[in-house]
């Protein structure tokens, strides 16, 4: 009998190691989310660049597995960032020739951080000097003014506020300016701006970037990831960035790891993306290139 009962208790043993052991692989085994891949994905590239296009590759696959309409959307996101930085070209001071001349068009003038006195700096000034020359050779596009409360010392003044007073005064049609005055981040100038076209401006189907020559890139990455990501389908793109207009800074840049934490921002991991502006993100914590 007590043969019999140590083998029942060594049988239970085992029978109940192997099910914690099965219960740890299936943890381990566990496919990630979403969010988890695209960070990996978007640091991982802004991070090494082209060096990581193999790695890209395999977290794309990884994420069709997950979620295919994510993929469809990143598997062109991807690319665009890409082109963002490495073809796309800058038209100095005025946007170029054959864009359309009706409210199909909207020009967006990215924003920049006021004076302490709410007052805008020179180099906004340069801006909307440049977004002007853009809306009387396109006297029927909209200008969206983007831009929220940065001034430190006043705080009921807004970037995209100061904007349209500017624009305005210098006798751009009031029904023309669109005003976004939440943003406080490129990523959220695109969120808050598409916010507010699709509500009243649903005939707008061309994007075209103004600020300074070296925030250009970004700004046509991020608009126009916003709008791959909002699309009703990842194929049925409404909205595109067309086109841009620079004013030449004589000092300025905006990193490719930047550009990861916005990209990570408009997914919506705001937490993260702070942690990358704020230069605290440890990308250790990833796994190495492979």
Avoid at 36 to 41: A, F, H, L, Q, R
Avoid at 105 to 134: H, W, Y
Wanted: glycine share 6%; net charge negative; proline share 4%.
């Amino acid at each position: 009998m007590r043969n019999s009962l140590r083998v029942r208790v060594l049988c239970l043993v085992l029978f109940l190691s192997v099910l914690c052991l099965c219960a740890g692989c299936a943890r381990k085994e566990a496919p990630r989310s979403t969010r988890e891949i695209v960070e990996e994905m978007v640091v991982d590239y802004g991070s090494y660049g082209a060096e990581a296009d193999g790695r890209v590759a395999e977290l794309l696959g990884e994420l069709r597995a997950v979620d295919a309409d994510a993929a469809d959307r990143w598997e062109r996101i991807m690319p665009l960032w890409k082109e963002a930085n490495t073809d796309l070209s800058l038209n100095y001071d005025v946007l170029p020739d054959g864009l359309p001349d009706t409210d199909e068009l909207c020009i967006v003038v990215l924003g920049f951080q006021l004076n302490p006195d709410g007052s805008m700096r020179d180099e906004l000034i340069q801006r909307l000097t440049v977004a002007k020359r853009c809306a009387e050779k396109y006297p029927n596009a909209l200008i969206v003014c983007t831009g929220g409360g940065t001034a430190a010392e006043d705080k009921t003044a807004t970037e995209a506020g100061r904007m349209a007073e500017w624009l305005l005064a210098d006798g751009i049609a009031p029904h023309r300016v669109i005003v976004e005055d939440k943003s406080l981040t490129t990523a959220q100038n695109a969120i808050y701006t598409f916010d507010i076209l699709a509500a009243r401006y649903p005939q707008v189907r061309q994007l075209a970037i103004v600020s300074s020559d070296y925030h250009i890139a970004t700004g046509a990455l991020l608009f126009g990831a916003e709008a791959i990501l909002r699309a009703e389908r990842a194929d049925a793109q409404t909205v595109s960035v067309s086109s841009n207009a620079a004013w030449h800074a004589p000092s300025g840049s905006l990193s490719a790891m930047f550009q990861a934490g916005a990209l990570i921002e408009l997914s919506g991991d705001v937490d993260t993306a702070f942690e990358i502006y704020y230069d605290t993100y440890d990308i250790h914590e990833l796994p190495p290139l492979h």
